[in-house]
Each structure stands twice: as structure tokens, then as C-alpha cells.
């Protein structure tokens, strides 16, 4: 197996493996450790059927099952479609445009800890997917602004009906929303990171909401930096997995005349502790 790093502030290529065979122990280990340090693994040339994008990423946990848009998809569904076509005579969600940065499912008390995102079909440009690494994004901060930000919750939301894809102060009351500390403690490595993000954080608990909004937009801007990116071209066959507790991710527009398909399976991860909590 071969490891090549994409971008300084995170990524890597994960070489010389076929995620269709079975993996060994040593393996497994040996990816995970990677996703650890690097944060987004890129996996080209697949060929993954249902069965196998499932089977690899129970590798990490157990499967999410998707909780947005289940009012078109049906419930307990394994995987999500995003695309701008029917597949399996089912919608697409999230069909086109820009996405702008966030975690996913920050906005349920237990979120994604891992996202694994398989490209069937792709645009002939555009539709790249943007990470950013929150844990270097919190360590870059003044220090003075560390101890100001700790032990700060943040409320999240995400109306999936009205605003899939960009920030808006409107809401349904009923969209899935939740509470979590804003600096968060990885459940592995125990490194602190950003856990706030401009799609899905609506503002911090007990703060006036003119400081709040401020605070954000600056952490949201400080996040987005493009020293902290790495940008994803994807390619057919390309399996890439984000750690979603150490970084956030987005979506750049693409011409809606042509087609895009990605199957996405998300990992059951453990509930944010804050960072400085005890255990």
C-alpha cells in the first residue's frame, strides 16, 4: 500500500489497494491509521458495488442510516444518492449547485463520524469537493481566542426542505437541529477542532446574536482559509473518506445540464465531547 500525501493541510491517495477484495487485519490498520493522520483518504480506480461500499465501511463502524430527506428516499436506507437523477427509480437529493462548507449531521446529537463518497457519474467540470481541515483551523488560532472559545455550545440546523445547500436565518422549527460544544476533543486522537460551520451553525448558545453572528462569520472565514484546503476532481470510480470530527467539506457548482451521481455511506460516530471536558 501506498501512501502520497495530496495537500499540506490534509489529504492523501491510498495506492495499490482494491477495496474489492477482502482486507486483512494488518490492512485495515494500516488505512485506518491513515485516515487518522490525513484525515481525507482517496481511493481511485474502484469498482464498488452496494454490498462492498457497505462491507468496507463497516470496516470503521457501524452504518448510518440516512436521516435526511427520508420523505423521498424511505426510511432505514443504507446508502444516499447524491445526484441530479433518479437512481433505482428514487430521487436524487442534494441535486446541484454550490454546497457551502459543513460537518455532516452536526445538527443530530450523534453525527457522522466518517463519510464515504463513491463517484458513478461526474460533471465534465465543476462538482469538486472542497476540504478544510478544523482541527489545524483551531491550532492556527491566537491563543487568546482558544481560551475564549472554549466551552461554547453551538446550536445547529439544517432544513433540508427550505435551504439544502446554503446559510439562511429561515428555518423550519421542526428541522433536525442540535446542540454541540463549538471546539470539540477528537474521540481518537484527542486533538481539538472546529466543530461550527457556515451551512449548519446557527449561532452560539447564550450570546447576543450580533456578537454571535460575528464570532462565527469570523471563524467560519478563519476555517475556509485555502491554506487549510484540500480540493477534491473527482474521477469516476474515486472512493473518498473524510473524517468528519476533523474536518469540513463542500461542494463546488457544476453546469445542472449534466449528471452527477455519488452513493454516500456514513459512519455511527460517538457524540462530540468538548474539548476540556473531562471524560
Do not use: C
Not at 1 to 17: F, N, R, S
Not at 34 to 44: C, M, N, Q
Not at 77 to 104: C, S, T, W
Not at 231 to 237: A, P, S
Request: net charge negative.
Amino acid at each position: 500500500m501506498k501512501v502520497t500525501p495530496l495537500a499540506e493541510a490534509l489529504g492523501a491517495e491510498i495506492e495499490d489497494v482494491d477495496l474489492s477484495e477482502e482486507m486483512s487485519p494488518d490492512g485495515w490498520q494500516a488505512i485506518h491509521a491513515a485516515w487518522l493522520e490525513y484525515k481525507v483518504l482517496v481511493f481511485r480506480g474502484q469498482d464498488l458495488s452496494e454490498e462492498v461500499h457497505l462491507r468496507f465501511g463497516r470496516t470503521f463502524g457501524d452504518i448510518q442510516a440516512v436521516r435526511s430527506a427520508n420523505h423521498l428516499i424511505g426510511e432505514e436506507q443504507p446508502f444516499m444518492y447524491i445526484a441530479n437523477r433518479e437512481v433505482d427509480g428514487k430521487p436524487g437529493i442534494l441535486p446541484d449547485g454550490e454546497m457551502h462548507f459543513h460537518n455532516d449531521q452536526s445538527y443530530y446529537e450523534i453525527p457522522s463520524k466518517a463519510s464515504l463518497l463513491y463517484a458513478l457519474e461526474i460533471p465534465s467540470q465543476g462538482g469538486n469537493t472542497l476540504f478544510s481541515n478544523a482541527a489545524k483551523a483551531y491550532d492556527m488560532l491566537e491563543d487568546s481566542l482558544k481560551e475564549t472559545l472554549i466551552g461554547l455550545q453551538v446550536f445547529n440546523v439544517y432544513d433540508y426542505d427550505r435551504n439544502p445547500t446554503a446559510p439562511s436565518d429561515t428555518y423550519d422549527p421542526d428541522a433536525p437541529q442540535f446542540v454541540h460544544p463549538l471546539v470539540i476533543k477528537h474521540p481518537k486522537t484527542g486533538e481539538p477542532a472546529l466543530f461550527v460551520s457556515r451551512l449548519m451553525s446557527h449561532h452560539i448558545e447564550d450570546m447576543e446574536r450580533t456578537e454571535s453572528d460575528a464570532l462565527l462569520n469570523r471563524l467560519f472565514d478563519h476555517a475556509e482559509n485555502l491554506a487549510l484546503r484540500y480540493e477534491h476532481v473527482w474521477q469516476v470510480g474515486d472512493l473518498v473518506m473524510w473524517d468528519n470530527f476533523a474536518t469540513q467539506h463542500a461542494r463546488t457548482d457544476f453546469d445542472p445540464t449534466e449528471t452527477r451521481v455519488m452513493r454516500r455511506v456514513g459512519i455511527v460516530g460517538p457524540r462530540p465531547m468538548a474539548y476540556g471536558a473531562a471524560a
